[in-house]
């Protein structure tokens, strides 16, 4: 049985969410308490957040953040206003799905199966690929032995230096990098060189790989330092 976390503070759409999930046959945990909400989501074992945007202690955003950190789970964000919607896209905090209120729950309900379902998906092919020299995060996934990558099925043609680039990214993701360390790892020189090379790269392969290269999904820029591969 899959096992869902609420974070909500408003106990009547806590409450009804929880209702609708559970005749879904989910297990449906609820806590009404940001700080709380939190540390419960680190600790737990979850297939997917439900995460109301205004709480009280941390708010949404932040707890949105701190999952991704460490986990892959799907998280879908709840808000009263649009702008917050938009505003979360912004920030590429790495929730998974928008829903503003009032929503529908049979609306909810069906979200919430599509998500868990894809990440079921996403997650088992992981682990029966990992032996085989094939790293799947997300949508993207390269064939080391084959030295191929697809984004969401659709293969992508990369140079050999952005495919070396993308390769040694995803394979330490969340670890920062800075371009400098980038370029002795990959062009294998001393940092002599022209370490703008990295950025021209960078912008190739989200070029190829990114819905949208201004909201980057996979590679990051972390501004001042360097780039990372969100995991
Ligand atoms: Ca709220």
């Known amino acids: 049985m899959s096992k869902i976390l609420i974070i909500e503070d408003e ?15 989910f297990e449906v945990d609820v806590e009404h308490d940001g700080t709380k909400g939190l540390e419960r ?8 957040y439900i995460l109301d945007l205004m709480l009280p202690g941390v708010d949404g955003f932040e707890i949105c953040e701190r999952i991704r950190e460490t986990k892959n789970t799907p998280i879908l964000m709840v808000s009263a ?12 905090l790495g929730a998974d799905d928008y ?10 309900v069906a979200r919430v199966k599509a998500h868990i379902t894809r990440y079921e998906r996403l997650t088992a092919a992981g682990a029966v690929q ?8 997300r949508g993207l996934k390269i064939d080391k032995t084959a030295r191929r990558v697809w984004v969401h099925g659709d293969e992508k043609q990369l140079t050999q230096k952005e495919y070396e680039l993308l390769t040694f990214l995803a394979e330490h993701p969340n670890h920062v990098f800075s371009k400098e360390e980038l370029f002795k790892r990959i062009w294998n020189m001393d940092s002599i060189g022209d370490i ?3 950025t021209v790269h960078i912008k190739k392969i ?19 330092v360097g780039y990372r591969f969100k995991m």
């Open 41 to 48: 989501a680190l600790e737990g074992d979850y297939d997917l």
């Open 196 to 198: 703008a090379t990295v």
């Open 130 to 137: 990992q032996n085989n020299d094939i790293i799947h995060i």
């Open 11 to 25: 106990v009547a759409i806590a409450d009804l969410e929880r209702d609708y999930l559970e005749l879904s046959e």
């Open 99 to 108: 829903i503003t209120k009032p929503f529908s729950p049979s609306e909810l």
């Open 206 to 224: 989200r070029e190829k790989i990114e819905t949208d290269k201004n909201n980057p999904q996979f590679i990051e820029t972390i501004w001042g």
């Open 81 to 92: 206003r649009k702008e917050d919607i938009d505003k979360i896209r912004g920030l590429g």
